[in-house]
């Protein structure tokens, strides 16, 4: 069987979009992964970027998505931490939509450490690396 490709593979989600806030929740957990073998020198404008990437900003993000895309996030994690295998995705998606506890996504992605690691190895848990996914 093929590894699936991320032309094939519908979480409910965007791959990008994932990818995009794996990025920004490593910066804001402290998490980032830095390319050691970059060569280029820090510009006077990475702190500009440094501050987009901040809590306020992930929970907005995340808020900003429909209930379905939050819910394939929270699935994502659910999967990545191992609750679930991704055999298993629709009963991590159904389990993740039906959180209600007063909680929004946002809340309890942020209050999870490393999330967006776990998001990380939820895909990869497809056969996706999320570093291959083009932002």
Do not use: K, Y
Not at 31 to 45: K, N, S
Not at 56 to 74: G, P, V, Y
Request: aromatic share 4%; hydrophobic share 45%; glycine share 8%.
């Amino acid at each position: 069987m093929a590894e699936p490709s991320e032309d094939d593979l519908d979480l409910g989600i965007s791959l990008e979009l994932v990818a995009t806030l794996v990025d920004h929740a490593r910066a804001v957990q402290g998490t980032e992964v830095v390319d050691l073998d970059a060569d280029e020198e820090p510009d006077a404008d990475a702190g500009e970027a440094e501050d987009e990437f901040d809590e306020d900003s992930l929970r907005a993000a995340i808020l900003a998505l429909n209930d379905d895309e939050q819910a394939a996030l929270i699935a994502l994690v659910l999967v990545g931490r191992g609750d679930f295998t991704a055999e298993e995705w629709e009963e991590a998606l159904a389990q993740a939509a039906e959180r209600d506890n007063g909680e929004d996504a946002a809340e309890m992605l942020l209050g999870i450490d490393n999330f967006g690691d776990l998001l990380a190895e939820g895909v990869a848990a497809f056969g996706l690396s999320i570093e291959d996914i083009d932002r």
